[in-house]
Structure formats: structure tokens, C-alpha cells
């Protein structure tokens, strides 16, 4: 966002994923799987000592998460937007190409103040509906879409809620990664990363935005090789036909609502229940563990008194639902503003439609 307002030549360097994690056997995804474990653990299905093991096992190295978080989600809408160089938002944090790709990063920033190459050129609109294309083709974080939002502002834009739907209906998602899929980082980037997934894409992509290679997209990329297709899917045999996100539109939403239908099933894209309202994050966490409330046939909803606070996205169901288990078919729902939650989804209503009937 300083780039884009401030209009100097700038590039991107991020610091990358942490590496991939393991438990007893168990390959850990660190936010997804720490969610999921912790939830476990209000359930007691969890000892103490499993825990703290599996804390030393999460988070191995430096980085940041090793899923497609909203760290990763933005790093690689970076360099799908042509603000960082091909490859670098996936190299993992401890990696010695990471510190190569510091120094090509270096050398290229010289280059660009010479070329006055400036993001006003390279932050097009074009750019921003690639980098659409790219975060529902990764089934990245729903926080993007304030983050690429926000950016456009920066730029004199408007990227309006219906755009991103329109360009999720017409994108797959064509990566396996957690918590749509079921690879990590690590393996994205072995896989290919970023440049690998642009050069699939490239069909509905514009391959005539600017990079800070001076280079177009499309000539940035075209030689990107993919070694792992059950990690990034050829485009005529993707994860899901449609992109990962959807926008809803109800009473209960009547400036719309985004779930990412590509971490629910499609048993959970419509259902009709009850609503327990809480006013705002504190009393949702107050009482979530309480043992009355009807967590069998309830549908959750938590009203945030700010919207877009996103400091209180949540990720605590009650523990009525743990004790029975992470079982889709409750169609428990948050209607509240959240990251990517592991098992419980907020996708049990109809799949572009989100009201209540008296």
C-alpha cells in the first residue's frame, strides 16, 4: 500500500514459508492444524503432553505459515500482480535461494530507478483482476479480498465484491493446498509456486500486464515448468470447476458476505436452521462452551461491532460440537468475519444467497 501511494520504484521481497511440519507421522500445516488440535484439545481428546509435543512440531523453522494462509495468499498475489520477482514468494524462509533471491531482488531495484519503472505503471487494473484470478485459482485467504481492495484505493480504483464473484465463477482452483487442498508451502514451491500456477492460468489471465522484470507477464512465465501436478492441477483437470470464493447476498448480509466454498462440501452450500446471535467477538467467547446452547440444530452467527476488525476473526466453535467431533453434516455456521478455519465451515447456506425468515 506505501508503494502504491507513495509511486517510487519498489519491489517486493517477502520472508517466505516456514517449513513443512510433522507429528507422529502426521504432516502439521501451522494455523490450519493448530486450529484443529486446539479445538481437540478443548474436547479432551488431547492430553496435556500431546500438546505441548505437537507445539515443538508446528512451527520448525522461521517463516510464516506453511499453508495458503493470508501471508502466503498475499506474497503470491505480489508476484501474480508483477511486484516481485518470478518465483520468489514461495522459496521457504530458511532456504539458501531465499538470500539468492534477495540479492537478485537488490540488483533489480537499481535497475528500476534507472528505468523509472514506478507501480502506477505495473498496478493496473488488469493487474488486480489477474491477481483475482490467481487468489481463487490458489484457494487462498478470504482476507485478501480487504487487502487487494485496500491496494486498489491506494491506486484511484474500485474492485467491487461482484467482480470477485464474477471472476470466481469463471477460474478453477487448480491448487492442493491446505486448508482447500492438501499440500503445504514447501511443496508448492517445489512444485513450481507462483510461476507455475501464472503460466496455467494464462488462458484467462491478461499476459500483458507489467512485471518489475520490465518483462510482460505472459513472457515471464511461459517457460515456468510444473513437476508436481497433484499439487498444481493442469487447468482441464482442476480441484474444483469454480474458484474458491463465493459472495453472498441476504438479509443477514445485505452488503454481501464471502465464504470460500472450496474448504466446504457441497452438502454444506444450503441449509435452513436456527440462529444464536452474539453481539460481538467478547460474547461469543464468553459463551461458545456453554452447554445449553443447541449446538445440534443451531446456525452460529457472531456480529462484529466493526466490520473488518481483523484482529477478532474467530476460530472457535463450541465444544458441544467437539465432543461429538468436527461433523460437517451440523451445518453449524459463523457468519462472521474469519481467515480459514480447518473443519468448521462457513459455508452451511445456499451458495450465492444468506437470509433469515422470521
Avoid at 486450529?35 to 520448525?60: H, M, P, T, V, Y
Avoid at 507501480?119 to 491477481?131: K, M, V
Avoid at 517445489?190 to 507455475?196: Q, R
Avoid at 465432543?323 to 452451511?348: K, M
Wanted: glycine share 10%; net charge neutral; aromatic share 6%.
Amino acid at each position: 500500500m506505501g508503494a502504491a501511494s507513495m509511486d517510487v520504484p519498489a519491489i517486493m521481497l517477502p520472508v517466505g514459508p516456514m517449513l513443512s511440519g510433522r507429528w507422529r507421522g502426521q504432516q502439521l500445516g501451522s494455523g490450519t492444524d493448530l486450529w484443529k488440535f486446539w479445538d481437540e484439545r478443548r474436547a479432551g481428546r488431547l492430553s496435556e503432553r500431546d500438546w505441548q509435543e505437537l507445539e515443538g512440531c508446528i512451527s520448525r523453522s522461521p517463516g510464516t505459515c506453511n499453508t495458503m494462509g493470508t501471508a502466503s495468499t498475499m506474497a503470491s498475489l505480489a508476484e501474480a500482480m508483477g511486484m516481485m520477482l518470478p518465483g520468489a514468494a514461495s522459496i521457504p524462509a530458511p532456504d539458501s535461494r531465499r538470500l539468492a533471491s534477495a540479492e537478485a531482488t537488490g540488483r533489480r531495484i537499481v535497475s528500476m530507478v534507472e528505468e523509472d519503472l514506478r507501480p502506477s505503471r505495473i498496478l493496473t487494473q488488469r493487474a488486480f483482476e489477474n491477481a483475482i484470478r490467481v487468489l481463487v485459482a490458489l484457494g487462498g485467504s478470504t482476507n485478501a479480498i480487504i487487502h487487494l481492495i485496500a491496494i486498489a484505493g491506494r491506486r484511484g480504483m474500485t474492485l467491487s465484491l461482484d467482480l470477485f464473484d464474477e471472476l470466481s465463477r469463471t477460474t478453477p482452483v487448480i491448487v492442493n493446498l491446505l486448508p482447500s487442498g492438501k499440500y503445504l508451502m514447501e511443496d508448492f514451491y517445489y512444485a513450481g509456486g507462483v510461476p507455475a500456477v501464472l503460466r496455467e492460468l494464462l488462458p484467462v489471465l491478461d499476459g500483458e500486464a507489467l512485471t518489475v522484470t520490465g518483462k510482460t507477464l505472459a513472457d515471464s512465465v511461459r517457460e515456468a515448468p510444473c513437476s508436481n501436478r497433484e499439487v498444481i492441477r493442469p487447468l482441464s483437470q482442476p480441484l474444483h470447476a469454480e474458484g474458491s470464493l463465493a459472495v453472498l447476498h441476504g438479509n443477514l448480509a445485505p452488503h454481501g458476505a464471502v465464504i470460500k466454498t472450496s474448504a466446504a462440501t457441497a452438502r454444506l452450500f444450503q441449509h435452513t436452521g436456527c440462529a444464536v446471535v452474539f453481539e460481538n467477538y467478547e460474547e461469543m467467547l464468553g459463551r461458545v462452551d456453554d452447554p445449553t446452547l443447541a449446538v445440534g440444530r443451531a446456525r452460529w452467527r457472531a456480529r462484529h461491532a466493526r466490520m473488518g476488525d481483523a484482529s477478532d476473526t474467530g476460530e472457535t466453535p463450541p465444544a458441544g460440537c467437539q465432543r461429538h467431533g468436527p461433523d460437517e453434516r451440523r451445518a453449524d455456521e459463523w457468519d462472521e468475519f474469519r481467515n480459514c478455519g480447518p473443519s468448521y465451515l462457513p459455508g452451511s447456506c445456499h451458495r450465492r444467497s444468506l437470509g433469515h425468515r422470521p
